[in-house]
């Protein structure tokens, strides 16, 4: 089927406002990650969701960060009040299970501009 | 830290050679996977190796893997411009919850 989708490709926005990022993992897949990679950078864990376990959020860097996972499939990942640094490319990923050895399948990336 | 550290950062070879790039880890794994990023937007899993593993290849990749020297290769023979992208060794956390990744070593093939 279809890989790991994400919306917005691109959002800007201003500084202050709030943004919504969408992923839609590969059907059947329990394990869904957000990373953040800023420019030149490597990826930065924000948040793991694993079937109905309670999700590991220790990854995210205020509370400005929320994430959400409708239904065991789509996740949103809301930035509230933006601020500059939160601009970068938002990753999901999604696996088949939270197990040791599952590849995580990559999204194309939301790429956040903060002005 | 717990990140896989990709070495060397960043690699120039010309079409046809191989590439080899490394990484070290600190803490003790399970196993060790590689993945591939062009133009800073999504990976692409390559190629995962276990720590009760030595050694595995995949098409023109090679992969090592020394838990003694708490260390792995990643080999990339008769290398293409395709193959000009980042490239990673993410490690996972025990828990299996969290993988951990280095800024990867940035490969450019000159055609």
């Known amino acids: 089927g279809a890989g790991v989708s994400q919306s917005p490709s691109n959002k800007v926005t201003e500084k202050g406002k709030d943004v919504e990022l969408r992923c839609d993992p590969i059907s059947g897949h329990t394990a869904l990650y957000w990373y953040r990679q800023s420019l030149g950078q490597g990826l930065e864990f924000l948040i793991y969701f694993q079937g109905n376990s309670a999700p590991d959020k220790s990854g995210l860097p205020s509370d400005r960060f929320s994430a959400e996972r409708t239904g065991g499939s789509v996740s949103t990942l809301t930035i509230q009040r933006t601020q500059q640094e939160d601009s970068a490319v938002y990753l999901c990923?999604?696996?088949?299970?939270?197990?040791?050895?599952?590849?995580?399948?990559f999204g194309p990336g939301t790429r956040l501009t903060v002005l | 830290s717990q990140q896989g550290e990709e070495d060397p950062q960043a690699l120039s070879i010309q079409e046809g050679e191989n590439a080899t790039m490394n990484c070290s880890y600190k803490?003790?794994?399970?196993?060790l996977q590689w993945y591939r990023q062009n133009s800073g937007r999504g990976l692409v899993h390559l190629i995962l190796i276990r720590s009760n593993e030595r050694e595995k290849h995949s098409g023109r990749l090679r992969v090592t893997l020394d838990t003694s020297k708490k260390s792995s290769s990643l080999l990339i023979t008769a290398s293409r411009a395709a193959d000009t992208a980042s490239y990673f060794c993410p490690r996972s956390s025990n828990t299996g919850n969290q993988f951990y990744f280095g800024t990867g070593t940035s490969l450019t093939v000159i055609p």
């Open positions: 803490t003790s794994i399970n196993n």
């Open positions: 990923a999604s696996s088949l299970g939270g197990n040791l050895y599952n590849e995580q399948f």
